[in-house]
């Protein structure tokens, strides 16, 4: 447990990299929606964007970078496969937590002000914060985290079998969806995915997320045991 | 009095077609300093590799302070390994580095860090990647000898170091070892620099173990005898001949088998030179391709072959 938690420390020694760079690009994303706002969009009629989205993205990045040279380096330190994955993945949930807490804050904001005072709305979106701010919070954590242990399990993939790891995963959950696909079809059942879809909350597809989670921490960890460095 | 640290017997890493180590067995002694010699890919790395779990044996049996190392922190929080190609995160700065092995080696000496970074004159405003390759090698020295672990494996370490800077790592490293004795290994290919260093040898040759014996051992173990061709032959007999040069009627011959005062004498008598071996040439003539039998299976066959 010791040597986990001083992996998360490790993964944090140049927060630059996963604290400065997603706050420069939410913040760069929140200034253009301003600049838009007030140059571009006339009237008073709130809009809303997805600008948000970017600093979420940057997990993607985060996951592959946690592992691609930090994972090499840890074996050097002596580290077990187990600490390594237990303190990256558990830094990582603190980190999208911090991102969602963010979130939720700077739609309080945005609502106080009318949208930043030009009525451009990034934080406070219509179905995102209709529910509670739990809700708001699950689901931004949920599609952060998502986003990291994606980049994470791909480049683990990549590490452990190189480019045919990576492929034969794409391919792999390529399949699964048209899997899925294919039998709503072929059950004449779009449109009650439809209605069923319509009929869920961020706080619902936030515990969606929380599942197919799970299965990629599971997987992450089985493809990172035998990986070498 | 010495106990073993590390045991290794029958040990095999079978790649798709290629076998990077072949039935390698071994015992490692606490306290001892370990030359690991031998030539690119004959598998030091890999050896080194599976000691500390960052690599997998395919067969065989593994055993560091009598246990497997794979994901046993109590084992392999007591070794240190920076290989030579040794990888760290964007972005760290050597002192981030420093930073994260103090966290993780339990006898980590921050003195001697900020010491060698001194002696090293290592840059602490640059990230590791825009380091020379020197540079990012004194950056693994540091961390080896910094961490003080039980067993420390230096892989190739003075990988573009400068004569100083080598100088300087082989006078820390004898006086860290004399004053806080661990196992150290010490993968080289260049022999003669870290053969006074060395207390015991261990060559592999294509993922074989061609030689494991104590350093003063070797030292008496070959010589080479130069003189007339005829005489020269006379005098070997039925000796395990390593190497054989002839240049016209004069031959060079290095030959295996200790020496007694005696046969010393009798060689001069006849009027042959006889010449020391190095460690460097000893392994060179054990390892190189035009080796007489080498394309025999085992050491022992090699020998077989040569007789």
Known sequence: ??????????????????????????????????????????????????????????????????????????????????????????????????????FYLLGLVENATDGWFV???????????????????????????????????????????????????????????????????????????????????????AGGILVAIAVLVGVSFLTLRRALP | MTAPVVEISNLMKRYRDTSALDDVSLTLQENTLYGLLGRNGAGKTTLMSILTAQNFETSGTVRVFGKHPYENASVLSRMCFIRESQKYPDGFRPRHAFQAAAMFFPNWDQQLCDQLIHDFELPQDRTIKKLSRGQTSAVGVIIGLASRAEITFFDEPYLGLDAVARQIFYDRLLAEYSEFPRTIVLSSHLIDEVANLLEHVIVLDHGRVVMDADADEIRGTAFTLIGPGALVEEFIGGREVIHRETIGSFASVTVECPLSDLERREATELGLDVAPVSLQQLVVRRTAPDRPGRQGDSPADRMEVVR
């Open chain 1, 1 to 102: 447990m010791r040597q986990a938690i001083n992996v998360g420390r490790m993964q944090m020694l140049n927060r630059w990299q996963f604290v400065g760079i997603p706050l420069l690009v939410l913040s760069t994303a929140l200034a253009f929606v301003i600049v838009i706002g007030a140059l571009l969009v006339p009237g008073s009629k709130p809009f809303y964007t997805g600008a948000g989205q970017a600093a979420l993205w940057c997990f993607v990045i985060g996951g592959v970078q946690s592992l691609t040279l930090t994972f090499p380096f840890s074996q050097g330190l002596s580290i077990t496969r187990r600490a390594y994955f237990i303190g990256t993945t558990g830094v990582f949930a603190l980190l999208t937590l911090g991102l969602a807490i963010l």
């Open chain 1, 119 to 205: 009525h451009g709305y990034v934080f406070a979106l219509p179905w995102v914060t209709s529910q509670s701010w739990y809700g708001t919070m699950a689901l931004v954590w949920a599609i952060g985290y998502l986003l990291f242990i994606s980049g994470f399990w791909l480049a683990t993939l990549y590490k452990r079998w190189a480019i045919n790891g990576a492929l034969v995963a794409g391919v792999g959950i390529a399949l699964i969806f048209l899997i899925i696909a294919a039998v709503i079809t072929f059950t004449h059942n779009w449109a009650a995915f439809g209605q069923w879809a319509m009929q869920q909350t961020p706080l619902s597809l």
